[in-house]
């Protein structure tokens, strides 16, 4: 090789790394996954205590839903992030096991928020009607599920994934008449469908294993995640009253 063709080598591979590190910088943040939801007896799942560097380093991209975690966690709600956004996004991610704890104002970490802020008093607004007996309650509207016995919330709110548009989950009163612990869907090539309970025509409330948020919307099943499915597999039995109301946002309803 003569000197000529190695500077043209050498100023090639130069090009080329140049490039893949500007891709680097423009990726997007990875996508959140939330862990199990915390059980009734603790309102946070505990922080991963061992986090690794890659998956905690803090982001600087504004996300979808940065105004509304910037008011959540007592920051201004100006809509853009900056370092101390990131931070206190992040510390609220760890104590809700989502990960990558990235600071990323993400749907998952915004469902996550929503159900968060709801533990209090979910049903404030008096949407779900009381009952002696329990009820299973689904706000479509912000899309959290609860169980509640009379005022008291035996199954304190968790995300959920309802109907898309035109496959909406049916409003109204329900009851739940048959369960299938570890069910196959017949109709959506043999999906998983864990610790389903069927309260209407086929609709059901049960896991979604993975992301629970691929893919948008539903077919009109209740979907959570596997632990939280699991955990109200465990409360509820045959005969249950589930009352669905709201308007999915996105939906004609």
Same mark, same amino acid.
């Given at each position: 090789?003569?000197?000529?063709? =190695? &500077?043209? +080598?050498?100023?090639?591979? #130069? $090009?080329? %790394? !140049?490039?893949?590190? @500007? =891709? &680097?910088? +423009?990726?997007?943040?990875? #996508? $959140?996954? %939330? !862990?199990?939801?915390? @059980?009734?007896?603790?309102?946070?799942?505990?922080?991963?205590?061992?986090?690794?560097?890659?998956?905690?380093?803090?982001?600087?991209?504004?996300?979808?839903?940065?105004?509304?975690?910037?008011?959540?966690?007592?920051?201004?709600?100006?809509?853009?992030?900056?370092?101390?956004?990131?931070?206190?996004?992040?510390?609220?991610?760890?104590?809700?096991?989502?990960?990558?704890?990235?600071?990323?104002?993400?749907?998952?970490?915004?469902?996550?928020?929503?159900?968060?802020?709801?533990?209090?008093?979910?049903?404030?607004?008096?949407?779900?009607?009381?009952?002696?007996?329990?009820?299973?309650?689904?706000?479509?509207?912000?899309?959290?599920?609860?169980?509640?016995?009379?005022?008291?919330?035996?199954?304190?709110?968790?995300?959920?994934?309802?109907?898309?548009?035109?496959?909406?989950?049916?409003?109204?009163?329900?009851?739940?008449?048959?369960?299938?612990?570890?069910?196959?869907?017949?109709?959506?090539?043999?999906?998983?469908?864990?610790?389903?309970?069927?309260?209407?025509?086929?609709?059901?409330?049960?896991?979604?294993?993975?992301?629970?948020?691929?893919?948008?919307?539903?077919?009109?099943?209740?979907?959570?995640?596997?632990?939280?499915?699991?955990?109200?597999?465990?409360?509820?039995?045959?005969?249950?009253?589930?009352?669905?109301?709201?308007?999915?946002?996105?939906?004609?309803?």
């Amino acid at each position: 090789m003569t000197t000529g063709d =190695a &500077a043209g +080598a050498i100023g090639r591979a #130069a $090009a080329t %790394a !140049a490039i893949l590190a @500007a =891709a &680097a910088l +423009a990726a997007p943040p990875p #996508a $959140a996954v %939330a !862990a199990p939801s915390p @059980a009734p007896s603790s309102p946070a799942a505990s922080p991963d205590p061992s986090p690794s560097p890659a998956a905690e380093a803090c982001t600087t991209w504004t996300g979808p839903y940065q105004r509304e975690l910037e008011a959540h966690v007592g920051r201004t709600a100006d809509g853009t992030q900056d370092a101390g956004d990131c931070e206190a996004i992040r510390s609220f991610q760890r104590a809700n096991g989502i990960r990558p704890a990235n600071g990323y104002a993400g749907l998952v970490t915004y469902r996550t928020m929503v159900a968060v802020a709801a533990r209090t008093n979910p049903n404030a607004a008096g949407d779900c009607p009381v009952r002696p007996h329990r009820v299973t309650c689904v706000d479509l509207e912000r899309q959290i599920l609860w169980v509640q016995r009379g005022r008291t919330v035996v199954f304190p709110p968790v995300p959920v994934r309802t109907g898309r548009d035109d496959e909406e989950t049916r409003p109204g009163w329900h009851e739940i008449y048959w369960r299938s612990e570890d069910h196959v869907s017949t109709l959506y090539d043999d999906s998983p469908m864990p610790y389903a309970q069927f309260f209407d025509e086929g609709q059901a409330l049960h896991g979604r294993p993975g992301n629970l948020y691929a893919h948008g919307g539903s077919a009109g099943c209740v979907n959570l995640t596997v632990p939280a499915a699991r955990r109200l597999w465990d409360l509820l039995t045959e005969g249950d009253a589930v009352y669905v109301w709201g308007t999915k946002p996105g939906t004609e309803g």
